[in-house]
């Protein structure tokens, strides 16, 4: 096999098409030429951003399009974004990944704030946004750490709502859709409101949300069983938020109460000697819990968040603009197996930031402030492999950027501590202090009003998680045994491997990401194309390192109680059924490369006839070895064409999945499908004054078999069957 070298590949995929580099800027002359949806500003970034005069690359999903990619996971809402793919855990908790990366890498905020769920350390653990009731969902691909943090190192998602009110809001407005759906009897609403009370803004919102096992076209599992539906996929959930803000000649102070409310099966969550105890409960609360009854664990989240916004225009002189957010949530979510909690979650979280938006010079302006987080989370019961943790950030930061006509320039700098401390039982108490450094210089150019280019190079250093170091214990729901940086694997005999501290050195990890990228606008039509290269040096991921969870030897007396002779363990180890254990993986470091595109256009060919296409790649292995690293997604192509006429419109799109054949070490390849989709909507013009539409969706119509290369669950949990889909929505 051909080696290549990681710079000439840099290189090759940069410099040649650098003459197509992307930008951005807020040059009048070329704004009037792009479409409303480009020019929302950007809640994400506290300096005056669009999607057109921002260095790094930057989307907005907003308004219908946000409605019609609406699903109930924010991963599979955002799943046919270009650079963007889901984690796919069965449409009950799939999150997002950008440019191949997921997990703690993608900071998934709520109006700024972190989500302050647990859905960083696991694909079963559901993210807490929801989608049906935002304003839009924005999507900064890359680092975004300078404001965010270094959760942030591949890219945040920030999902804005209108829970506090920054002005008044000129009377009532509202909102409320529905959607019922065929392939997991979906039973889908949503409605939210506000009216202005004097000097006052009143907001209310909620969702319920419905379905069953979800269909799939037949497919043989890993059983041998024929399988047509998911068993254990269900979804019930819902959530309410009540805001109230004041609004005075010189800013605004609101504040919020939102509260969510999850059950959802936990599909594949196979638990090793359960049939022990089948017979226990053989009888017990046979009315109790139907879900429970119907197809094994699930999970019971509950989530109550406050939340706190204040503004204040020219609070002193050389300040324009001083901002507060600040969050508290309080998360539990239990999986739940027989009539009891298995394993219980917990996360107590408190997050402020403070900005102040300055006038530098003429032409520079900037924004500079503080970043405080402080989160306690703790694990216990059957699955808790993570001890209890504390995880305490502190940072400052500074944006800068100018106010020119053509060539505009954006930079800025952040420090941040963490610190991280566990009580670990095998280890005792572990604490870990961390310096994070992170800094990006970006430029935008106008070269003509049709035609602008960016280029942005960010330094970002990332601390490892807690449960990249502390891990240690069977995670059920990746069906891996899962060891920690903390931890070294120590072969005592043959098929016997005993656990110890590790006494190597945990690092920051370290990004060195390069974007670039052109916009291209005509009559009509648009152009976007981003190239991308990510180094990043002690990138931590799970090695799956070939050996099995029962090849593993304790130092308690687990053993003893299921081994009459210990000196056998070793002797009859062969005599193991391998199925019943886990694949062990451990965390690993290693210096690694990310590259790849994203190119997405719309041409208009008459008023009534449009066409949109997009396609987007990553490739990512090691430096050192030239190894894949696990689970990044294949090439994508799409296109969808879009016919109006009258008060109807109807489209048709489909988008193929490449194989995915560059795979890691013990992972197979994904084979490649396509899936055709449909939509006809209707805007009846007798409630037009409610910008009402009614719509028939026809999602996978050839009724595909797909499975997701990026999911734990690929051959246990494929994409969805055949669905047809009926909905309405509107706004008054």
Partial sequence: MMKYSPVALVLAQLLAPAAHAQAQNDNEEAQHQHENTEVIVINASPLVRTELNSAQPISVISGDELREKQAHTLGETLANEPGINSTHFARVASSPIIRGLDGPRVKVTQNGLDSADVSRGSPDHAVTTETSVAQQVEILRGPATLLYGSGAIGGVVNVVDERIAQELVGGTRGFFGGNLATVDDLRDFNAGLSTDLGQMVFHIDGFSRRSDDYSVPSFVNDEGETVDTIENSFVD????????????????????????????????HHHHGEEEHEDEHEGEHEDEHAHEEE???????????????????????????????????????????????????????????????????????????????????????????????ETDRHGL?????????????????????????????????????????????????????????????????????????????????????????NYALHQEA?????????????????????????????????????????????FIYENIVGINSLDLEFDHHEHDEHDEHGDEHVDEHDDHDHADGLPVVQYNQEDVLLFGYEIDGRWQFTPDLRLDAFSDYTRAYTLDSTSNLPRIPSQRIGADVTYNQGNWESSIGYTWYAKQTRVAENETSTPSYGLLNAQVNFFPQSLARYNVSLYLKAENITDKLGYVHTSFLKYDAPVAGRNFSLGFRGEF
């Fill in 237 to 268: 959930a819902q959530g309410g938020t009540l805001g109230l803000s004041y609004i005075f000649d010189a800013g605004y102070i609101g504040a919020s109460y939102a509260r969510l409310e999850q059950e959802y099966g936990i599909p594949g």
């Fill in 494 to 538: 043959e098929h016997v491997y005993a656990i110890e501290a590790s006494e190597r050195s945990i690092e920051l990890e370290t990004s060195h990401s390069f974007d670039v990228g052109a916009h291209f606008e005509g009559n009509g039509h648009h152009l976007n194309i981003n190239l991308f290269a990510n180094r990043v040096d002690n």
């Fill in 295 to 389: 197809a094994g664990p699930f999970a019971d989240l509950v989530q109550d968040r406050w939340q706190l916004h204040a503004g204040l225009e020219n609070p002193w002189q050389g300040v324009e603009q001083l901002t507060l957010r600040y969050a508290y949530t309080d998360y539990q979510h239990q999986e739940i197996e027989g009539d009891s909690p298995s394993t219980t979650f917990t996360n107590d979280q408190h997050e402020l930031r403070v900005t102040a938006n300055h006038q530098l010079t003429d032409q520079w302006y900037g924004a500079f402030g503080y970043h405080g987080f402080l989160q306690e989370q703790s694990a216990f019961g059957e699955e808790a492999y993570t001890p209890a943790s």
């Fill in 397 to 485: 930061f500074w944006l800068l950027e100018t106010r020119e006509n053509k060539l505009n320039y954006q930079l800025g700098i952040r420090y941040e501590n963490v610190q991280l401390d566990a009580a670990n039982v095998e280890l005792g108490q572990q604490s870990y202090d961390f310096d994070p450094l992170s800094a990006s210089f970006g430029v935008t150019y106008q070269w003509r009003p049709q035609v602008m280019f960016n280029a942005n190079y960010s330094f970002a250093q990332r601390a490892p998680s807690a449960n990249e170091i502390f891990a240690n214990g069977a995670h059920l729901a990746t069906q891996t045994y899962e060891l920690g940086l």
